[in-house]
């Protein structure tokens, strides 16, 4: 993203980095990986996938729940939503944020992203189905 970030992409981001502070996952796979590869010690410290999921995030979502998990999103002027993320409509409904999350199903290790990707909703919406994998 350009130097200007907007108040909804900080906002998200900021939500993103409360959730990591929370809980902090093992591993940092970007934000577009479908897996992750880690040593696995149930395995033998042998090479195991970690299955990624999409999380999408709406700045709306956020702004309806207050409070996740303890941390407290504060995001006053959610109508000022900069032009450089090609937003026309300035609503949080049309700001998402999205990164992956995933456990190794034989240890229970995890994998967060730490930086996600701001969205126009209308131009990218949530993945559905077997694509969402």
């Given at each position: 993203?350009?130097?200007?970030?907007?108040?909804?992409?900080?906002?998200?981001?900021?939500?993103?980095?409360?959730?990591n502070?929370?809980?902090?996952?093992?591993?940092?796979?970007?934000?577009?990986?479908?897996?992750?590869?880690?040593?696995?010690?149930?395995?033998?410290?042998?090479?195991?996938?970690?299955?990624?999921?999409?999380?999408y995030?709406?700045l709306?979502?956020?702004?309806d729940?207050?409070?996740?998990?303890?941390?407290?999103?504060?995001?006053?002027?959610?109508?000022?939503?900069?032009?450089?993320?090609?937003?026309?409509?300035?609503?949080?409904?049309?700001?998402?944020?999205?990164?992956?999350?995933g456990?190794?199903?034989?240890?229970g290790?995890?994998?967060?992203s730490?930086?996600?990707?701001?969205?126009?909703?209308?131009?990218?919406?949530?993945?559905?189905?077997?694509?969402a994998?």
């Amino acid at each position: 993203m350009a130097a200007a970030e907007t108040r909804a992409a900080e906002a998200l981001q900021g939500w993103l980095d409360g959730q990591n502070a929370l809980q902090p996952p093992l591993y940092d796979p970007p934000w577009f990986a479908g897996r992750y590869r880690h040593t696995c010690p149930v395995r033998a410290d042998r090479s195991t996938a970690l299955d990624l999921k999409e999380r999408y995030v709406t700045l709306q979502e956020l702004i309806d729940r207050e409070e996740v998990d303890g941390w407290e999103f504060d995001y006053s002027g959610a109508d000022e939503v900069d032009v450089e993320l090609g937003i026309e409509d300035t609503s949080p409904r049309s700001v998402a944020i999205i990164y992956r999350e995933g456990r190794c199903k034989f240890c229970g290790q995890e994998a967060r992203s730490s930086v996600g990707k701001v969205v126009n909703v209308a131009d990218r919406p949530p993945l559905e189905g077997r694509v969402a994998r």
